[in-house]
């Protein structure tokens, strides 16, 4: 009895580890269904609760992240990764300060962590504290200094503030420990396309696709290499992608606004007697209408016909 009790806390501990290393390498619902079988097993184990939370989170189910991190706290209070789990779901759904809250709490129980650091640089960005991100990935690198996820965080950094030079070098790094990482794939992907290399910038992103074909940054640098390959479907990818950063009430906001703007024209261009301007009018709003409601067809057609000749590498 007591034999086979230690191999199922054997089998548990590898459960979690392969749910860890599926989570990591960009595949949420294969780490779901591990850790369910987990849970199944030992539905009091903190640390599958909080690994849960970070899967359903990166799968965009974020009331079960919420609460899987919740239980995942109940269960141990003081458990870093616990509240490591809370500070990213909090992430996710906006609520910077208290993921603020739990991610200090987090690097307070486990300060060597980089990954902590990195979840708190994320938090700094969203919340327009933008001074604070590169010295807290900086130091995140200082407490793991041959953690590549953060050199190419810090690549990303650079990047977003305009230092190509300094992101390639990373990227360049990274790919030299490791030639698959993702991360740094798409990295430098990002680079060639500011370097204006677009079909090497295209090779990367298969490359990181072949590694997870389902990962959303890679998705992300495919979208924008065949943005610039195509005028018209990059107009709309660069539509899309600055009306989502805007959240939907603003979204709803801005179309609100567009229509009453087209209304007014409109009305104006009819009491001037322009008839032949109103129905130009009509005409781009018409021709602007059907631009948004084919481009997602058109663009969701060119992924698939990109992806299918991606080969996934073995083991995924």
């Known amino acids: 009895m007591d034999e086979q009790r230690e191999t199922d806390f054997e089998n548990v501990d590898l459960l979690i580890d392969r749910a860890a290393a599926l989570l990591e390498h960009g595949s949420p619902q294969e780490a ?3 850790l369910r079988e987990v849970l199944a097993r030992s539905p009091d184990h903190a640390r599958a609760h909080a690994l849960l939370a970070l899967a359903l989170a990166a799968n965009k189910r974020l009331h079960a992240a919420d609460h899987e991190a919740g239980l995942a706290l109940q269960l141990e209070p003081e458990s870093a990764y616990a509240h490591h789990a809370r500070g990213v779901v909090y992430m996710a759904q906006r609520r910077l300060v208290d993921a603020e809250k739990h991610l200090d709490a987090a690097m307070s129980f486990e300060p060597e962590d980089p990954a902590i650091r990195r979840a708190l640089a994320d938090v700094y960005l969203l919340s327009g504290r933008e001074a604070k991100v590169m010295p807290t990935l900086e130091a995140a690198r200082d407490v793991a200094p041959d953690d ?8 990303d950094e650079h990047l977003r503030r305009g230092e190509v030079a300094a992101a390639e070098e990373l990227a360049r790094a990274a790919l030299a420990e490791s030639a698959e990482h993702r991360g740094a794939l798409v990295l430098m992907g990002h680079v060639l396309i500011r370097r204006g290399q677009v079909q090497e910038a295209w090779e990367h992103a298969r490359a990181a696709l072949s590694e997870n074909a389902t990962d959303p940054q890679a998705l992300h640098l495919l979208c924008q290499v065949k943005a610039r390959t195509s005028w018209f479907l990059g107009l709309w990818w660069r539509w899309s992608t600055w009306m989502n950063v805007l959240g939907d009430s603003r979204e709803i906001m801005v179309l609100l606004g567009l229509f009453l703007l087209y209304r007014v024209a409109n009305q104006l261009a009819n009491d001037l007697d322009r ?10 709003w018409l021709a602007f209408v059907a631009y948004t409601w084919v481009g997602p067809g058109m663009f969701r057609r060119m992924l698939r016909r990109e992806l299918r000749d991606v080969r996934l590498n073995d083991g995924y």
Do not use: R
């Not at 590549?148 to 965080?153: G, L």
């Open 148 to 155: 590549i996820d953060t050199w190419v965080a810090i690549g």
């Open 32 to 34: 779901i269904e591990n």
């Open 275 to 284: 008839p032949g301007l109103a129905s130009a009018l009509n005409f781009v």
